[in-house]
């Protein structure tokens, strides 16, 4: 059975940071790309990053390039969200989510996490 457990969320003031952790289990890991999501009350969910299976090949969605850094540990079986420079419009429930192809995990990824909430003040 697959899970991937989200972890990290929280409040944080407008300019903050917060990391976001994603631990996967029950998948081979090391062979899957990883991607990050959010969904905002009211919005559809969205992509926000992704990184290929082996950890040197990212892609983010623009709101977030120079932000927002996603990495993935397979040793940890692990995917990772760095946030910085928080606005309050980056406030949603993020999604941790795996595919089996790179270009496939940002679009329609094989499997989901339940989701974290980070809420950015103003």
């Known amino acids: 059975q697959v899970q991937l457990v989200e972890s990290g969320g929280g409040l944080v003031q407008d300019g903050g940071s917060l990391r976001l952790s994603c631990a996967a289990s029950g998948v081979a890991f090391s062979r899957y790309a990883m991607a990050w999501f959010k969904q905002a009350p009211g919005k559809e969910r969205e992509f926000v990053a992704a990184v290929n299976w082996h950890g040197d090949s990212t892609h983010y969605v623009d709101s977030v390039k120079g932000r927002f850094t996603i990495s993935k540990d397979n040793a940890k079986n692990t995917v990772y969200l760095q946030m910085n420079s928080l606005k309050p419009e980056d406030t949603a429930v993020y999604y941790c989510?795996?595919?089996?192809?790179?270009?496939?995990?940002?679009?329609?990824?094989?499997?989901w996490g339940q989701g974290t909430q980070v809420t950015v003040s103003s």
């Open positions: 989510a795996a595919g089996s192809s790179f270009g496939g995990v940002t679009t329609f990824p094989d499997y």
